[in-house]
T-cell receptor, first 112, second 114 residues
């Protein structure tokens, strides 16, 4: 079946540091890949997505590239801010109805 | 409405009690999903509706869980004879038929079974 593996958190960074959160997946067929973000007390929000190999999703300074050869979709940001503190979930869609399979989430804490 | 609305926001139930959780999707969204998110974990798929038809209920953990969407809009997730392991955040999401930009999630209902 489908599965997503994320690096464990929490990840603690200083403001303006470079961020990488690793995500690898196992899936049949050609899934779409997503990063969702969950701020404290709020619902999941779509951060970015990629629908085919070599696509790069980007939003709010975050980027991730769909790498089929390494089955990865690592999230990166060049300079994090305190406001980026949240839990980040990698996910893939596949199967009927486009249901999502999520990773366990990675908590990011950004300090001044 | 502008977003996916879930109610109640919090629910405390005594073990053995039945509960009903409501989801109001974005108007016109054909697809509706329920997910269960245990503490410190990612959401896990429960069930999927396309309009009023429940097309996939493979994620429902037991026959105590039941979901419906009788008119293709509002959906209710019912849990009978709640148990402590049912404690989790229950998330609802909706999308147009072609997922495109992805789902819109509600803020969830946090269920605590005591």
């Amino acid at each position: 079946g489908n599965s997503v593996t994320q690096m464990e958190g929490p990840v603690t960074l200083s403001e303006e540091a470079f961020l990488t959160i690793n995500c690898t997946y196992t899936a049949t067929g050609y899934p779409s890949l997503f990063w969702y973000v969950q701020y404290p007390g709020e619902g999941l929000q779509l951060l970015l997505k990629a629908t085919k190999a070599d696509d790069k999703g980007s939003n709010k300074g975050f980027e991730a590239t769909y790498r089929k050869e390494t089955t990865s979709f690592h999230l990166e940001k060049g300079s994090v801010q305190v406001s980026d503190s949240a839990v980040y979930f990698c996910a893939l869609s596949g199967g009927g109805g486009n249901k999502l399979t999520f990773g366990t989430g990675t908590q990011l804490k950004v300090e001044l | 409405g502008a977003g996916v609305s879930q109610s109640p926001r919090y629910k405390v139930a005594k073990r053995g009690q039945d509960v009903a959780l409501r989801c109001d999707p974005i108007s016109g969204h054909v697809s509706l999903f329920w997910y269960q998110q245990a503490l410190g974990q990612g959401p896990e798929f429960l069930t999927y509706f396309q309009n009023e038809a429940q097309l996939d209920k493979s994620g429902l953990p037991s026959d105590r869980f039941f979901a419906e969407r009788p008119e293709g809009s509002v959906s209710t997730l019912k849990i009978q004879r709640t148990q402590q392991e049912d404690s989790a955040v229950y998330l609802c999401a909706s999308s147009p038929l072609f997922i495109g930009r992805g789902y819109t999630f509600g803020s969830g209902t946090r269920l605590t079974v005591v």
